[in-house]
């Protein structure tokens, strides 16, 4: 449906209907007089500051009647001075352009309505994230509003070869998603199927924002819980992988960045690593995958032991249990898992203002009362607490609850067949990772697997990156 430059009247009737103005009582409508002409000027509340709005309307008021334009687009030319602006003819774009927060102008007498991209989305100031905090370094964050995010990133990359396309995904939703990249350093492949498959998708909405989007990207069933993508909040790590070639994701109203394709290695990177000399953030990764392997195969490599005492040496004795047993140390340990993510749950809906008194409540129930009660070891809290310490080591919680999955199923193992679970478990931990591929269907062991020297000891040291080196990390994924 097309608006009709001979009926104002009928225009202003169709959209009165077609948006519901006396239903909708944040969508307005405000009629006034430009030159000698009727017009009315739409807009969302919410969506539009007063200031601003007051000072186009002011501006059109003063216009006079001989200084009116025969069409729409000599009016933008002459008598419009505002940086986006377009003329459009068709319902159905008005619609978008309105529900996304754009104000539009229709004036008696022309054919086409005028839009003016004045809009200002509610969102929270530019501040830290919460998950990606960093010792050293930027304080900045994304938000929630798409623009802004954007803008952080342009601010690092001041390159005219950073790309950012727009896509609308969602029937009903509409959301906006931009996918960034960095041309002549992105792998061309990945970006063609990537932007086929962004511009494909059917769905009525992003009711998740990116947990739907990666879940309509990624189509083979998720049996497999290592995390195929990585999710940041920080504007110098997405920067930063976007330098290397990567491809970033980013959808309004999410304060995260897709980044793909991942491998495993990329996941545990941490922005500390680089704010910190060459030999600290060595260390810091070291110690953290160490910490992570730590935390996998802790807990069954000692239900192993206590199963089989006698393969314990004189020297490790103290590790035994030092008191009876009431509860199987197996069954302590399931109860622990559990009981583990039911604090972090209550911690999570917990006020803030009583988060830390109930966890300190929490920690002497659990830890002293539990234990004197005979339901628990001291020992299977021991590890288990060293367990629950050591996910937060890194950053992304969809790693967190892979190794979590898999220390499950190594304890499974280990309770019914030993040493023989124990080293299967860990065979199948590893084929686990090393059938996992990328969205790019990319090995998820890079640089190990295929083996890239150079990159394998990017990867386990944190060495300075010559200024005249081009990484294109993509490129040598096989």
Same mark, same amino acid.
């Given at each position: 449906?097309?608006?009709?430059?001979?009926?104002?009247? %009928?225009?202003?009737?169709?959209?009165?209907?077609? !948006?519901?103005?006396?239903?909708?009582?944040?969508?307005? $409508?405000?009629?006034?007089?430009?030159?000698?002409?009727?017009? $009315?000027?739409?807009?969302?509340?919410?969506? *539009?500051?007063?200031?601003?709005?007051?000072?186009?309307?002011?501006?059109?008021?003063?216009?006079?009647?001989?200084?009116?334009?025969?069409?729409?687009?000599? @009016?933008?030319?002459?008598?419009?001075?505002?940086?986006?602006?377009?003329?459009?003819? $068709?319902? %159905?774009?008005?619609?978008?352009?309105?529900?996304?927060?754009?104000?539009?102008?229709?004036?008696?007498?022309?054919?086409?309505?005028?839009?003016?991209? =004045?809009?200002?989305?509610?969102?929270?100031?530019?501040?830290?994230?919460?998950?990606?905090?960093?010792?050293?370094?930027?304080?900045?964050?994304?938000?929630?509003?798409?623009?802004?995010?954007?803008?952080?990133?342009?601010?690092?990359?001041?390159?005219?070869?950073?790309?950012?396309? %727009?896509?609308?995904?969602?029937?009903?939703?509409?959301?906006?998603?931009?996918?960034?990249?960095?041309?002549?350093?992105?792998?061309?492949?990945?970006?063609?199927?990537?932007?086929?498959?962004?511009?494909?998708?059917?769905?009525?909405?992003?009711?998740?924002?990116?947990?739907?989007?990666?879940? =309509?990207?990624?189509?083979?069933?998720?049996?497999?819980?290592?995390?195929? @993508?990585?999710?940041?909040?920080?504007?110098?790590?997405?920067?930063?992988?976007?330098?290397?070639?990567?491809?970033?994701?980013?959808?309004?109203?999410?304060?995260?960045?897709?980044?793909?394709?991942?491998?495993?290695?990329?996941?545990?990177?941490?922005?500390?690593?680089?704010?910190?000399?060459?030999?600290?953030?060595?260390?810091?990764?070291?110690?953290?995958?160490?910490?992570?392997?730590?935390?996998?195969?802790?807990?069954?490599?000692?239900?192993? !032991?206590?199963? %089989?005492?006698?393969?314990?040496?004189?020297?490790?004795?103290?590790?035994?249990?030092?008191?009876?047993?009431?509860?199987?140390?197996?069954?302590?340990?399931?109860?622990?898992? !559990?009981?583990?993510?039911?604090?972090?749950?209550?911690?999570?809906?917990?006020?803030?203002?009583?988060?830390?008194?109930?966890?300190?409540?929490?920690?002497?129930?659990?830890?002293?009362?539990?234990?004197?009660?005979?339901?628990?070891?001291?020992?299977?809290?021991?590890?288990?607490?060293?367990?629950?310490?050591?996910?937060?080591?890194?950053?992304?919680?969809?790693?967190?609850?892979?190794?979590? @999955?898999?220390?499950?199923?190594?304890?499974?193992?280990?309770?019914?067949?030993?040493?023989?679970? !124990?080293?299967?478990?860990?065979?199948? *931990?590893?084929?686990?990772?090393?059938?996992?591929?990328?969205?790019?269907?990319?090995?998820?062991?890079?640089?190990?697997?295929?083996?890239?020297?150079?990159?394998?000891?990017?990867? @386990?040291?944190?060495?300075?990156?010559?200024?005249?080196?081009?990484?294109?990390?993509?490129?040598?994924?096989?």
């Amino acid at each position: 449906m097309k608006l009709q430059a001979t009926s104002f009247e %009928h225009n202003k009737a169709i959209l009165q209907e077609y !948006f519901r103005i006396d239903v909708n009582f944040d969508m307005k $409508c405000r009629e006034f007089i430009i030159g000698d002409k009727k017009a $009315c000027i739409y807009f969302i509340n919410g969506f *539009v500051k007063d200031e601003g709005l007051q000072r186009l309307m002011e501006f059109l008021a003063n216009i006079k009647s001989k200084n009116m334009p025969a069409n729409a687009e000599l @009016f933008l030319q002459e008598l419009l001075p505002y940086g986006e602006v377009d003329v459009t003819d $068709c319902l %159905h774009i008005l619609a978008n352009r309105l529900l996304a927060g754009i104000t539009f102008l229709l004036i008696e007498g022309y054919d086409t309505a005028i839009t003016v991209d =004045c809009r200002e989305y509610p969102s929270r100031g530019v501040e830290e994230s919460e998950k990606d905090k960093v010792m050293r370094g930027s304080r900045d964050g994304f938000v929630e509003t798409l623009v802004s995010n954007t803008a952080l990133i342009r601010r690092r990359i001041r390159d005219t070869n950073l790309t950012m396309e %727009h896509f609308t995904i969602g029937k009903m939703s509409k959301t906006d998603v931009v996918m960034s990249y960095l041309k002549g350093r992105v792998d061309q492949d990945m970006l063609r199927k990537l932007r086929r498959q962004l511009s494909e998708i059917e769905i009525d909405s992003l009711t998740m924002n990116q947990e739907s989007l990666a879940e =309509c990207l990624f189509h083979k069933p998720w049996i497999n819980p290592f995390p195929k @993508f990585k999710f940041s909040e920080r504007p110098d790590t997405t920067a930063a992988a976007i330098l290397e070639g990567n491809i970033v994701i980013l959808v309004d109203n999410s304060p995260a960045a897709m980044i793909l394709p991942i491998s495993i290695f990329d996941i545990i990177e941490e922005a500390d690593d680089y704010y910190f000399p060459p030999v600290t953030g060595t260390y810091l990764r070291f110690s953290r995958t160490i910490i992570n392997i730590t935390a996998l195969i802790l807990t069954p490599l000692f239900l192993l !032991f206590v199963n %089989h005492t006698q393969w314990i040496p004189d020297s490790l004795s103290f590790i035994t249990f030092q008191e009876r047993v009431h509860v199987p140390p197996f069954f302590q340990f399931l109860i622990l898992e !559990f009981a583990i993510d039911g604090l972090r749950l209550a911690a999570l809906n917990t006020p803030s203002n009583l988060s830390t008194p109930l966890s300190v409540v929490a920690g002497i129930v659990l830890g002293d009362f539990t234990v004197s009660s005979g339901w628990f070891n001291a020992e299977c809290m021991l590890y288990m607490s060293f367990v629950a310490i050591a996910t937060y080591s890194q950053a992304s919680f969809e790693l967190g609850y892979a190794l979590k @999955f898999m220390r499950l199923l190594l304890l499974t193992a280990v309770q019914l067949f030993g040493l023989y679970g !124990f080293v299967a478990g860990l065979i199948f *931990v590893l084929l686990v990772m090393v059938k996992n591929r990328t969205l790019a269907g990319k090995s998820y062991l890079y640089p190990l697997i295929p083996f890239h020297w150079s990159n394998v000891l990017r990867r @386990f040291f944190r060495v300075s990156v010559p200024t005249n080196e081009k990484v294109v990390k993509n490129k040598n994924w096989e």
